[in-house]
């Protein structure tokens, strides 16, 4: 199977913004009633997409490789520990009022 090639910069960029945009809803839909541990998750993944995002001009760096990996694992732990039928509904839900809510400024 051929190897895939490494996002360019500028699809790197979009990847972190569509992340953390996820996260940002997650942790707002959590607030509510989620656990301490996943909303520290969810920070702890958002730091990493952001240092990741500091360095996305630097592909092939060792600053990069190590950004990347850690942003990939704190992502992968995250999302892993996500019950597979959790409901989309808060998250979404909090997305859309987002949206709504930055189109009436």
Same mark, same amino acid.
């Given at each position: !199977? ?15 913004? %569509? ?6 809803? !997650? /942790? ?5 009633? %989620? ?23 630097? *592909?092939?760096?060792?600053? /990069? %490789?190590?950004? !990347? ?20 509904? *808060? ?15």
């Amino acid at each position: !199977m051929p190897c895939r090639p490494p996002p360019t910069p500028e699809q790197l960029r979009e990847a972190i913004r %569509d992340l953390t945009g996820i996260l940002r809803a !997650m /942790y707002l839909a959590g607030r509510r009633d %989620d656990s301490p541990r996943r909303s520290a998750a969810i920070v702890d993944a958002g730091k990493r997409l952001a240092e990741l995002s500091a360095l996305v001009e630097q *592909p092939g760096t060792e600053a /990069y %490789d190590m950004a !990347m990996r850690a942003a990939d694992t704190a992502i992968k732990e995250l999302f892993g520990s996500l019950h597979f039928n959790s409901s989309l509904e *808060p998250v979404l839900g909090f997305a859309v009022e987002r949206v709504l809510a930055s189109r009436q400024r």
